[in-house]
C-alpha cells in the first residue's frame, strides 16, 4: 500500500487491510477495501471469496450506471420532443421562454439556466428568462448586457459556443462579483440562431467544477437550434400581431 493508504487505515484504527479492484469490461472503476482492527493475514480463500464478490459488486454497480445514463438520455430526447412539438404548436413567446429556460436547466443537470434576446439598433442582450436551483443574490445581477460583452455577447457575435470550467478566469467573463456571490464555477454558453441571424444566447451555469464535453455542447446546441426557431416564429406572430392592430386603430381614426 502506498504510504498515504496506510497512515489512512492506522488513523481508521485498522492495522490490516485487504483491498480488491472493481473491474468491469476491463475498466477499473472503483476499489473493495476491508479492515481489521486487531492485525491478521488473509489466506488465499478470504481473497478469492473477497475477489468473487468484488467482481459481483463491480458489475451491479457498472449496470446501474448504465441505467441511468439510459434514464438521463430518456429524460434529455423527451425534453427535445417536447421543444420539437413545441414550434409547431404554440406562438406564445413567453410560453417558450418559460419553457426553454426549464428545460436547459434539466437537460444538463445544471444550477442555473439564462436566456439573453438580442434587442434594440445596438444589438444588447436583455435577459428574457432565468431558471435556477436554490436562491440567487438578490443584488448586482444586471438583465442588459452591452453588445458583445461578456461569454454571451460573444457567442451571439461569434455565433459559436464557449465554455468555461472555470468561469472566473475566463477573461470575458462579465459581473464577476456576482458570480461569486451567487457561487457559480463553470458556465457553457451556445447561441440562438434562427436563419441568418443570432437572435440570443442560451446559458446554464454549475456551482461545482464542470468542464463541459462534446455530448454536452452537442446536445446544448441541438436544443438551442429548436430553441431559436420556436422564439423567432413567436417573435414573428407578436411583430404581425402588432402591425395588425396598429392598422386597425388607423382605420377606426378615419
Not at 91 to 111: I, K, N, T
Not at 154 to 170: F, G, I, N, P, T
Not at 191 to 199: C, H, R, T, W
Request: charged share 25%; net charge negative; glycine share 6%.
Amino acid at each position: 500500500l502506498p504510504d498515504w493508504a496506510k497512515a489512512h487505515a492506522y488513523s481508521e484504527g485498522y492495522r490490516s487491510v485487504l483491498g480488491i479492484p472493481l473491474i468491469s469490461r476491463n475498466t477499473v472503476i472503483g476499489s473493495l477495501v476491508v479492515g481489521d482492527e486487531a492485525g491478521r493475514f488473509y489466506t488465499e480463500e478470504e481473497k478469492r471469496l473477497l475477489l468473487g464478490f468484488a467482481d459481483q459488486a463491480a458489475i451491479a454497480i457498472d449496470n446501474a450506471r448504465l441505467f441511468e445514463d439510459t434514464r438521463a438520455r430518456l429524460a434529455q430526447m423527451q425534453r427535445l420532443a417536447a421543444l420539437s412539438q413545441l414550434v409547431t404548436s404554440s406562438l406564445d413567446q413567453r410560453r417558450v421562454l418559460d419553457f426553454v429556460a426549464d428545460a436547459a436547466l434539466d437537460l444538463l443537470d445544471s444550477d442555473l439556466a439564462r436566456l439573453w434576446l438580442v434587442e434594440g439598433d445596438d444589438g444588447h442582450l436583455r435577459l428574457a428568462a432565468s431558471r435556477a436551483r436554490g436562491e440567487l443574490p438578490a443584488e448586482g445581477g444586471i438583465e442588459i448586457l452591452p453588445p458583445g460583452a461578456g461569454l454571451a455577447g460573444w457567442v451571439v457575435k461569434e455565433r459559436r459556443s464557449r465554455s468555461a470550467a472555470d468561469l472566473l478566469s475566463d477573461p470575458l467573463v462579465f459581473q464577476k462579483d456576482w458570480f461569486v456571490k451567487a457561487g457559480i464555477v463553470s458556465q457553457l454558453v451556445v447561441p440562438l440562431v434562427a436563419g441568418d441571424e443570432a437572435i440570443g444566447a442560451l446559458v446554464v451555469s454549475t456551482r461545482t467544477r464542470r468542464q463541459f464535453d462534446h455530448e454536452d455542447v452537442e446536445l446544448m446546441e441541438i436544443f438551442a437550434a429548436k430553441a431559436a426557431i420556436a422564439l423567432s416564429n413567436a417573435r414573428l406572430y407578436r411583430e404581425a400581431q402588432e402591425a395588425y392592430d396598429q392598422l386597425e386603430r388607423a382605420q377606426d381614426l378615419l
